[in-house]
Nanobody
Framework: DVQLQASGGGLVQAGGSLRLSCAVS????????MSWIRQVPGKEREVVSC?????????YADSVKGRFTISSDSNTENEVFLQMNSLKPEDTAVYYC??????????????????WGQGTLVTVSS
């Protein structure tokens, strides 16, 4: 049974930081690229950041470059993280982690990822 368990969301003031975590089980972690995707109700999903363990590639949406950092840890526990600094009110969204064998598919946002987790809500107050 594949599970992607996201956590770490919350309420933070603009300029603050949060660190999201996604615990992954049921798949061979190193065989999958991972991504963080966010969605605001009524708006399109946005691919925030992606990473590939196989070659260390990373991707960031322009809206978060220089502020967010994606990382992963398969040594002790299969987890992917999103360190979010200098948060802005427009970063408010539900953040989901996702897994797919194809990094390019995760970046393009299509086809949908093979696996999704439940979301964690990030609220940034002004």
């Amino acid at each position: 049974d594949v599970q992607l368990q996201a956590s770490g969301g919350g309420l933070v003031q603009a300029g603050g930081s949060l660190r999201l975590s996604c615990a992954v089980s049921g798949i061979t972690f190193d065989d999958y690229a991972m991504s963080w995707i966010r969605q605001v109700p009524g708006k399109e999903r946005e691919v925030v950041s992606c990473t590939s363990k196989s070659d260390g590639s990373t991707y960031y949406a322009d809206s978060v470059k220089g502020r967010f950092t994606i990382s992963s840890d398969s040594n002790t526990e299969n987890e992917v993280f999103l360190q979010m600094n200098s948060l802005k009110p427009e970063d408010t969204a539900v953040y989901y982690c996702a897994a797919d064998p194809s990094l390019s598919s995760l970046i393009d946002g299509t086809p949908p990822p093979s696996y999704w987790g439940q979301g964690t809500l990030v609220t940034v107050s002004s």
